[in-house]
Nanobody
Framework: QVQLVESGGGLVQAGGSLRLSCAASGRTFSTYAMAWFRQAPGKEREFVATLHWSGGITYYADSVKGRFTISRDNAKNMVYLQMNSLEPEDTAVYYC??????????????????WGQGTQVTVSS
């Protein structure tokens, strides 16, 4: 069992930065693939970034590539999403998610077993 709690969302001006945090519980956290998804009002949930369960490999949505960075600290059971050069289009609720080792197609939300409650990010123009 893995429980996830996000924090760090807020209101920021376009061009600014935010760092989202996801605190995870569970002894096997370090073996899970971790990801961030987001859902804007009136839109479907979309993939943002993921860290492969094998360690070190990252994937990003084209819309955030070069601006966002996903990272993890297994000693602290934490996952982070550093978001730079934020745009109004990045406004959404951001969710942390975890998938067990061996999971494939990690850009698909349905592949993830555990989800946090979400944190709101609002980027003003």
């Amino acid at each position: 069992q893995v429980q996830l709690v996000e924090s760090g969302g807020g209101l920021v001006q376009a061009g600014g930065s935010l760092r989202l945090s996801c605190a995870a519980s569970g002894r096997t956290f370090s073996t899970y693939a971790m990801a961030w998804f987001r859902q804007a009002p009136g839109k479907e949930r979309e993939f943002v970034a993921t860290l492969h369960w094998s360690g070190g490999i990252t994937y990003y949505a084209d819309s955030v590539k070069g601006r966002f960075t996903i990272s993890r600290d297994n000693a602290k059971n934490m996952v982070y999403l550093q978001m730079n050069s934020l745009e109004p289009e990045d406004t959404a609720v951001y969710y942390c998610a975890a998938a067990p080792p061996g999971t494939t197609m990690l850009t698909l939300g349905l592949k993830y077993t555990y989800w946090g409650q979400g944190t709101q990010v609002t980027v003003s123009s």
